[in-house]
């Protein structure tokens, strides 16, 4: 049963992941990889407290480019540079809020919340101040127009669209 929920509860790409870590720890490669590895993660780490030290939430794209189209599949690699934003912020345990941000040629573009850790209230509170003051929560790309959203009975959500003067820094500020 073991073998049989680890090989079918996992991706490929999990498991690529899984064999490349278990790889880089063996016996032989401990420190040429592992030790190195830690090694960048400090520097990065020192990196982003002194980012914080400046600053309470960085904000940033979780991708650089808009989603995929709706069933449609890209090489792997190119998956890879998909993800690119996303997996710095866990090498320092940050804490993180993903956001919808907008729409390019249809397609929805997002962006990230990052704070340092143990400030998960106060990435809430931007977060919610955001949301607050755009409406792209409630907005739909064109391709799913037609579909129900999760939780309705029918598509049609209110669109409110973000007001040009709408300033996200003096909410966020001002509390």
């Not at 998956?79 to 690119?84: E, G, T």
Request: net charge positive.
């Amino acid at each position: 049963m073991y073998s049989k929920s680890r090989a079918q509860g996992f991706g490929s790409e999990v498991k690529r992941r899984i064999l490349i870590g278990t790889y880089v720890l063996s016996h032989g490669y401990y420190d040429a990889y592992y030790l190195q590895a830690q090694r960048i993660r400090r520097l990065i780490a020192k990196d982003f407290a002194a980012a914080f030290r400046q600053c309470d939430v960085i904000i940033g794209p979780t991708s650089p480019s808009t989603a995929f189209k709706l069933g449609r599949k890209r090489p792997i690699r190119c998956r890879c540079i998909y993800r690119i934003f996303t997996p710095l912020p866990s090498t320092w345990r940050a804490c993180r809020n993903f956001h919808p941000c907008g729409f390019a040629g249809g397609l929805p573009a997002g962006l990230q919340l990052i704070g340092d850790y143990f400030t998960e209230a106060r990435l809430l509170n931007v977060a919610h101040r955001y949301q607050l003051a755009s409406a792209w929560h409630l907005q739909r790309p064109a391709a799913l127009i037609d579909m129900p959203a999760l939780g309705e009975s029918c598509a049609g959500a209110p669109v409110r669209p973000m007001p040009a003067n709408a300033s996200l820094t003096a909410a966020v500020l001002e509390e």
